[in-house]
């Protein structure tokens, strides 16, 4: 298994990303309140870690975003929304 990255070192990438043209940061829209109600009434387990990415898919359903790359496996029990996510199998990091 990689090591990971010192904080410094994970910094300098995020700086990266966030100068990225093509970025956008998802942040609450005045729907947010109604779509996290949805998505713990679809997914009442919820509860721990899991809520971390539960507010990613929720703002992913937000903003409309359908796919995301990642190898956190929990993001599989978000698959079944009506606006489904597609999770990318075949991205490597």
Do not use: Y
Not at 11 to 19: G, K, P, Q, R, S
Not at 23 to 48: F, K, Y
Not at 50 to 76: K, P, Q
């Amino acid at each position: 298994m990689r090591r990971p990255w010192s904080a410094p070192a994970a910094w300098d990438f995020v700086t990266a990303l966030l100068a990225s043209p093509g970025l956008a940061v998802l942040a609450p829209t005045h729907r947010h309140a109604d779509v996290a109600s949805e998505v713990i009434l679809e997914l009442p387990h919820l509860a721990g870690n899991l809520l971390h990415d539960a507010r990613t898919a929720i703002l992913m359903r937000e903003h409309g975003v359908r796919r995301i790359c990642t190898r956190d496996t929990d993001f599989n029990q978000f698959m079944s929304w009506k606006s489904s996510i597609r999770f990318d199998p075949s991205f490597r990091a």
